[in-house]
């Protein structure tokens, strides 16, 4: 049996682990030959490989990043991309392969396997955490304990200076990583994609945390927007608020709180810093479990399958279930942590 | 309406963090007022209390310990405990009183609740995570984390001298940490409460990795046992191996691998280490999400209930069969594991 | 005897340590009444005062800010500020001030002794490392550890997406913090305002690291600029290249590289997350020693005195001469570091 | 120019970052060859060597341990050790040998340079900083990093439940990660070899301790005595008091202090966990600079040589003056850190 690995889609801690888990227990319990695919879907269409063994895994477990190398190429994008990694695949003679990716890396693998029968696994990575289907996505604890870590750090300086201190944290569609961490750092306020925000509220709470105690900690998902459509969607937006950029919403807010509440205001963008690391031993455990269930799959022969975790079990469900739509916040959920705003 | 809270058993990360959400959500929501009685069950027997307002509890998130003190203190083991506590809180007109603790201290809540009518709310704390009916205790992520950096820490020593490197760990009759810090950390070997060991197996592991790579980490529950009773029971065991002691089954281990591998072995004592610090932002989530869900259990006056997380939800279980047995290990997660192992 | 303590300038980890160790000594061993002035020289010409006592300072070690507050008030620039700040320490009876800043607040207290004999006695703090006469500053460890982390965080994303990531750390005028961070990172470019750098040598050295390795690393100092004049003073330079921003020059430098290499290039700021955080475990060392020395210096009536870092030694030197000049990092340690580039 | 490197003793924080510097610098600006000797003299008496090129020093820069393996053998303590030495090194026309370690692994480069002409280069490495003729040996930084980490995270348990912890930290003949870690962690009560100690004056701190505060800290160096001999030397010593074991003084302390004041308390050994993980980015900076330096001592025929630091500077001193005598804690700073007592 001959089983392909390849990561796909923006950086993100665990992905080594996992490749780890499958390659033991594939090599040891199973006897399989393994083969890496670089750089993504990429590697698939151009048929760039590397072999992959004990050796090649051994020491990468704590390690971020992924040694297989990754991209965002979509080969359903490219004339006969799809057929490519089919050809490229069957040459190979592999039997099996293991997809580790977010949303569209995953998407790509759903049709694959439903259009081209190319017999794929999925295992889903985003620091995001806006994958349907599984309680948790890899990364996102990881990502969530740098966010928080950073927060921690800021909340000295803001009582020092007296600052509004305003940190743009992930989350494009989603706003976990902002709600996780802004919660675990003690933010006085948290802003994210799923609920627009009102820039009279917030100023509201910065001026109101100012006088029951120090300078606020404002935590904003850069996918997250103001209520008022005239800021986001006009450029030539009449009054005193300027209409906001597609990226930069930390430092838009800033500006705003500075002009609306007579503060200082700061901004720090987390960035980069959320995708990199060595992973935590949450993502490491929860890596190596989703790395040994997925070698499970393709021994099975369960393909268009992906593996979840579902409370502390690791479950398989459809790959196209699960990239079919967003896990997005919960109003609810958005409302219960509303208690410490303010 | 007036709310008693207590935190009691062994130290654990994330305490402060549930008294917070609870006195948070008491006063700003519902208008409650609240009494933190000391050093859990017992300054609830000696009626020893403090009041608890928004000032008490600012900036106590990310401390680890208790702001209120703990005990092991047994109120049923005391003439008249029980019914000293029952008259104290009626005394200062306590409505509610919500009992931070593990097993035991909950194990009391329920029975006050039963026997006396005390109106108890339970949150699940205990860094060995052996508690039934919650996936996760609280405490236990931080724990894991800190077993996990000191086995990265010992990798290196592990390399540079060709030593065998044994952790202990805490889980007196869970391998919780052992199992999670040990996958997380990549150990050699773990060894676990719930599955006897067999000494030549562990020898033939640690023989294996010298053989295969650099010295092995061996991480070891400090409730973990060898198979042969003999070994356990009997002080006057014959052969050459030495009796295991009720306390200190890391260093009895390193001695046992030295004589019978030739190879030198060292021990470290986690201990206390994994009980302290500054609790996850894991822990920090679930201790906050504990306490909002706990002071609604006694706005809608559902006592002798606990907080429970299953999945990503929190919810409510009956404290006594929270109580009632142990949550250990399951054998086929262990077997899973141990493809990691030699 | 009565002492004064102040903090001024920006935030910087150690702050506290220092305040607490002055009052420990002081009060216990010289049985002297501390005053605590708010806001740097702020609280000092406004007569904004604080008691500070044993209980003000426990706890207070490992936390970052400072408890008095900080401001970058200048009483120089304001009429009648220095003789407004003599009369208040007069009337509060004040026989001594310590003065914990930057060049800018001990600036200050050097023309206050020597124009107006105010009895001040300096610790040097700044997280940028650039004063003179001491082998560091307070809070400069700990800037370097948090850039150092960053850096570590950021390299599995270079290497997963063979991106050139620029990090852009503080440092106006002088490159301590790149230099350091850089070197204990493994940046494959340091980029400092001492030495301005040739646009061309920087593409040269990332090509090169591509060629060698994986994607470069790029630390730059936010005050380091290119040698081309041109681009830095004026904004309607002819060419290809863009005019220095004032603020900004990691952003600006990604943008440069990227049209010059056709590598993709993402930056990231630390800003004030270099500033936060709990102190490093040498910068409490620091801290703590500059504290218990300052306070000698005010029982020995030694003013206009600063304490310095000499070796492992504390020692003595005039306030006046320490904030003359800048110390900057000597163009042979930055000769000896650059055989790491590219 | 063929050189040897080779790393000998405990094992130790950055020993991976000087062998790269070494390299780096060697292989880029002089061109030389280099040949790393395994598990430190033992390598060079059994002539156990790897070649060590560029490409085997990427990426150690962060980690610990150390890539070519060390021992503590000694070669003069072996019939024809330093004879075999001279010939092996001879025979691979090895010009100069780059030894990196403590006292004792300096000490026998500093005989084989004396009495064999065996031309040595010594770098100092040892978590202790015991040695003289540097202000830091390398690895001490980590080592207190991780000291003081340790420290941090009992207080919350001190606090939680009024016990009295102790910690035992390394150093056999000097204090120093005991009095750096100590006073960085706010302990309570600070013991050193240098400073043989009262038992009444330990327990009267810690009974003042909990008058004043909550629970103390007692920080003890593992090579730490009390005062009076008869504890120490004779094993039958008459009245309450256990004679001290050679090994375990923390355990012995701990139950001392119960007896004495009435007192819980409990006993954490840090051991290898202050000798493993990444080097601090203090600790890198140094191992880097004393390697760029031990290489250029080599360039110049500068051998007999050790590297050192002095303030921020790297100096060359004479191995033989270096490992002469140990540097220990001077008692005007143990005095100085004294007023933290109790």
Not at 65 to 76: A, H, I, K, M, N
Not at 154 to 180: F, P, Y
Not at 218 to 243: F, I, M, Q, T
Not at 298 to 311: C, E, H, I, K, S
Request: glycine residues 12%; proline residues 5%.
């Amino acid at each position: 049996m001959r089983v392909g690995v390849l990561t796909g889609g923006r950086d993100c801690p665990g992905l080594n682990a996992v490749i780890r888990a499958i390659v033991r227990k594939g090599v040891q319990e199973y006897g399989y030959d393994f083969t890496g695919l670089r750089d993504g879907w990429l590697g698939a269409m151009e048929d760039d490989a590397v072999p992959l063994d004990i050796r090649a895994v051994r020491g990468i477990l704590p390690r971020g990043g992924t040694v297989l190398g990754s991209s965002r190429t979509d080969p359903f994008k490219q004339e006969g991309g799809a057929r490519r990694i089919k050809e490229n695949l069957a040459a190979r003679e592999i039997d099996g392969l293991i997809v580790i990716g977010g949303a569209d890396t995953l998407g790509v693998a759903a049709r694959l396997w439903a259009e081209h029968g190319v017999p794929c696994v999925g295992v889903p990575k985003t620091i995001d955490n806006d994958m349907f289907a599984t309680d948790r996505t890899l990364g996102f604890d990881t990502a969530v304990n740098t966010a928080t870590a950073a927060i921690d750090r800021l909340h000295t300086t803001a009582e020092s200076h007296m600052r509004v201190l305003v940190v743009e944290v992930m989350g494009r569609n989603a706003g976990w990583i902002a709600i996780h961490s802004g919660l675990a750092g003690g933010a006085n306020v948290i802003l994210i994609p799923e609920q627009p925000f009102d820039l009279d509220q917030v100023c509201a709470w910065v001026t109101s945390r100012f006088r029951a105690s120090y300078a606020p900690i404002v935590v904003v998902a850069d996918g997250a927007r103001p209520k008022d459509a005239d800021l986001v969607l006009r450029h030539d937006a009449p009054g005193n608020a300027e209409p906001v950029p597609l990226s930069g919403v930390g430092e838009w807010l800033a500006r705003e709180i500075e002009k609306r509440t007579g503060k200082e205001a700061r901004t720090t963008v987390l960035g980069h810093l959320q995708r990199g690391g060595t992973p935590s031993p949450f993502d490491r455990w929860l890596a190596t479990r989703f790395g040994l269930h997925a070698i499970d799959c393709v021994r099975d022969g369960d393909f268009g399958t992906m593996v979840a975790l579902r409370g502390t079990d690791i479950v398989r469900v459809p790959i196209a279930e699960a990239t079919a739509r967003l896990k997005t916040v919960d109003p609810k959920l958005y409302e219960e942590v509303g208690v410490f705003f303010g």
